[in-house]
């Protein structure tokens, strides 16, 4: 991969992931649950019993919420560049809700081998985790295009 690519890749994934997470604090606010993806990673990695700090551990929760996101638009590239998925708005919503069913199955996943069970609405942060990741497909695809 060229290195204009993996910036092209780069800039979408932070700006997706900086996006989607706005809006995973908005409606957490909104609702008064605990919908924050990176503060989530860091409360898991503490149930693990993992020896680091707190703050250790908050950087890594924020640190992993982006190379996951790094990951997704990078899937998304190789769909694209092989013209298995056409680069479309259309295109773009359906790999954000694949991408949020696929969020879904991992929080779920996330939770059982940490052992970790948050005091949150559940129903409701998988149903907004959903969402905002066709918000993260739409703007990753949207500022991926502008290169």
């Not at 989607?20 to 503060?39: A, D, G, H």
């Not at 190789?78 to 295109?91: G, H, K, V, Y």
């Amino acid at each position: 991969m060229i290195i204009e690519t993996f910036i092209q890749i780069l800039i979408s994934s932070l700006v997706a992931t900086s996006v989607m997470t706005l809006f995973s604090y908005i409606i957490s606010e909104s609702f008064r649950e605990l919908y924050k993806e990176p503060v989530l990673l860091s409360y898991c990695l503490t149930a693990l019993a993992i020896s680091l700090s707190a703050k250790t551990k908050n950087v890594l929760g924020w640190i992993i919420h982006y190379a996951i996101g790094f990951l997704f638009v990078f899937g998304y590239y190789l769909l694209w560049e092989n013209e298995i998925i056409n680069e479309t708005w259309i295109a773009a919503f359906i790999l954000g809700a694949i991408s949020g069913i696929i969020g879904i199955l991992s929080w779920v996943i996330i939770f059982k081998i940490s052992d970790y069970n948050p005091k949150i609405d559940f129903k409701g942060y998988y149903l907004q985790l959903f969402f905002v990741h066709v918000i993260f497909g739409l703007s990753a695809f949207a500022v991926y295009t502008l290169f």
